[in-house]
Every structure is written in C-alpha cells, then in structure tokens.
C-alpha cells in the first residue's frame, strides 16, 4: 500500500528528470522503446508527450532530441510487433528538431542489447552536425520511405536522404521487399535500383496495390545510400 510503480511516468521523472531541471542541455538522446514493442503507433503519441514534456521542464522549446530505432530481435509473439514500433520511430521525425539512427544493418538478433554503439553514436552525431551544429553538406540520414507510383505490375518506390545514391551495401540483390495486391497477401519480391529509386515487382502479383520492406522483427535488410547509411524499415499500407 503507498507504493509507486518505479516505471510509471510519475516514478521515472521524480527519479531521473526532475532534479535536473534546471541544467542548461544543448539537446537529448533517447535510446529505449523494447518494453514498448506491442504499442504500435501509440507509441509515436508517447515518444510526442515525452518530447514536449521534456521540452517544457527544460524551458526549451525547440530542444534537439535524438533517438535510436530499435535493432532487430528474436522477440516471442507477433514479428511484426517490431515493425510497427520501427514505423511509429521513424513517424516520431515529425516532430520539430528530432533525429534517429536507424540500426537495422548494425545489430544482433540473439542479442537484445546489441553491442555496435560505436555506429549508433557516429550515426546520432551525423544529425547532431547537421541539424544542431550547422555543418553543411553532410549526409545525415539513410534513405526514408517518401512517395511510391504503381505502373502495371511495378511499384516505384522514391526516397528522401538518397545521398549519394541508393547501393545494396552488401553487392548482393535488395533484399526484404515483399508486394501485395488487393488480396493483401505478400509475397516476396524483385527490387532494384534505377537511379534514386526502387522498382518492386513480383510475377505472383499481377496488380500490385502495396510494398512492404524489412516487415519482420528478424529482418537485416540490406538498402543503403552509398554514404553507408541504411534505410529504414516501411509499408505503403496500414493493413492489419
């Protein structure tokens, strides 16, 4: 009786936010969400309430805050309970000043925790030099999904953060790509690079309506820019 849960947001801010209210940061790096993994895009509404809530303690309204995507794991359960925690990450970049270091190329499937910090600081420091610092010319970001265009049996996938060009960084075929059509049924598919594109296409599906990419919590896929920064996860649907 009396007690306080140690992780509620009451617990965790008296404990660890509250007494340093009164520092001055330049900015804020989160890297946590495994306990979240069944939250879906609730999760992008928590990541949002946290920012601003920090922000405000912080009397900082426009404070850089940076955050790194989960890496790939042999959770239990739903494999696409990882994904949707990957989608709803890569949602949170809506939010004024914020980053994140996308680590599906970098990671352990047998290990929760996995060791590679080593690029995951150099990845946080990229956005930190571009969008905090003002350093110019600077590839910060692998590629994020931004439109796709379906003709006859391809869909035609662009990006934001091309860099210096779309590679598979391994010299292998793109790989985890899958399509659908209104059956909603994937399978999985061709895709290549034509100039700062993807072309997805499958001789299963003759109408594809959906591209889905690295959509399993087991997925190391493979699409980069060729400044070596990978490209996260995406679905050009919101089936269930």
């Known amino acids: 009786k009396g007690q306080v849960n140690h992780q509620s947001a009451l617990a965790l801010y008296n404990g660890m936010i509250h007494n340093f209210r009164h520092f001055n940061f330049q900015g804020a790096i989160w890297y946590q969400g495994e306990s979240n993994r069944g939250d879906g895009m609730m999760y992008y509404e928590k990541k949002r309430a946290l920012v601003n ?11 850089p805050f940076l955050f790194v ?36 190329d970098i990671g352990n499937i047998k290990n929760i925790h996995p060791s590679n910090k080593q690029d995951v600081g150099k990845r946080l420091a990229l956005w930190a030099l571009a969008n905090t610092y003002g ?50 049924a994937f399978v999985a598919a061709t895709a290549v690079v034509v100039g700062d594109t993807v072309v997805v296409s499958s001789p299963l599906v003759k109408a594809p309506v959906a591209v889905r990419y690295a959509w399993h919590q087991l997925a190391e896929p493979n699409l980069s820019n060729k400044n070596g920064l990978p490209a996260s996860p995406f679905r050009t649907d919101n089936w269930k």
Do not use: C
């Open 53 to 63: 809530g920090w922000r405000d303690v912080f009397s900082n309204p426009d404070m």
């Open 69 to 104: 995507q989960l890496a790939p794991y042999t959770y239990g359960g739903s494999v696409t309970a990882l994904p949707e925690i990957w989608e709803a990450q890569t949602a949170a970049l809506q939010i004024k000043n914020t980053g994140m270091a996308v680590t599906v």
């Open 135 to 184: 350093q110019k010319d600077l590839v910060y970001s692998g590629p994020l999904y931004k439109s796709h265009k379906t003709v006859g049996d391809k869909i035609t996938i662009a990006f934001n953060h091309v860099g210096d060009g779309l590679i598979a960084r391994d010299g292998k075929s793109l790989s985890h790509f899958q399509v659908a059509g209104a059956d909603k």
